[in-house]
């Protein structure tokens, strides 16, 4: 038929392009393979299923070398514009065990040439576990996270949902503000610092799986960009040593507002909000950390998702969106 023939003559392009690499061949690539040849969309998208499996990604900030990596979660862009934005964006990684936010965590990191430290958040975690503490003797011994705030780097502060809320209003001067508090006086946060949290719920308290979760602090939860983070199903085969595609996932989906229309939306929710008498926060942060990941190339729906609804059960976000189009 006309569409295998079209196929068969697409095959051969791409494998004369592919060569004998065994690093496959970038979207990109493809695309301009397609429109070289015009193949038919349904050609071009039974290829990009084929190729995007490709097991390496590279990595390319500004003039500096690209940097080669091994395969990544499909949301790593998202996460990456967050800590390459020009303010960098706290992040709060909402997923199930085992979907691989500490691993995330630490690629983006290397990704962006942050050191990397990450410590376990839980029931029992103390003020001297954040800020450091000084022995017997006097002597001070800094924390992980007093030494990324002071040199520079990603920090993860993992099952941060199962830590005492009182424990992480400590850190809201951090995520927030240019200073630290220590037992040796404040410190000043590095330019190149990151924060990420590792959570199985938003903050809202234990559910049926996750029973030892807490209900966190509103005033934390609104200094993270939340993302929801799943299971990437075509990772999780890669590992096993099959070949199974990810989900697609567009960095600017929604399209990239200006500044002036983010802005500007997200004083239309908070109106509504307060008209309709709904307990949900979207603080001057949203706008303030849309503006950072406006310049990172990141789209309306994730702006959205990650600095306004947070979470909030969908009923809830329809009413809202509905009285904003009223």
Known sequence: ??????????????????????????????????????????VFRKWLDKFSTSPTIFVKR??????????????FP???????????????????????????????????????SCMSFGPMSSKGDLFGMRDATGKYHESELVKMVKCGGGFLGDEADAANAGILTQINMI????????????????KDFWFVAGCNTFGTGANRQYVGRNQLDAATLDRFFMIDFPVDTGLEAKICGLDRVSPRFKLDQGGVPTVDEWYDHVQRVRQSLEKLEIRHIVSPRASIMGTS??????????????????GLDTATRKKIEQHMNN
């Open 78 to 116: 998202l996460l990456a514009a967050c800590a390459d934005a020009p303010t960098p964006v706290n992040v709060m990684l909402v997923g199930p065990a085992g979907s691989g936010k500490t691993t995330i965590a630490a690629s983006v990191a290397q990704a962006t040439e942050r050191k990397f």
């Open 293 to 310: 990941l406006i310049a990172a190339g990141v789209g309306k729906r994730h702006l959205e998702d990650g600095l306004i609804w947070k």
């Open 175 to 190: 995520l927030s503000n240019g200073h630290m508090s220590t037992p040796e006086g404040i410190i000043e946060k590095h």
């Open 62 to 75: 500004g003039e500096r070398p690209a940097i080669e990596m091994d395969r990544q979660h499909y949301k």
């Open 1 to 42: 038929t006309t569409e295998e023939d079209e196929l068969a003559k697409a095959m051969k392009a791409m494998q004369d392009a592919i060569g004998n690499r065994s690093k496959g061949i970038t979207e990109e690539r493809v695309r301009e393979i397609v429109a070289g040849e015009q193949f038919s969309e349904k």
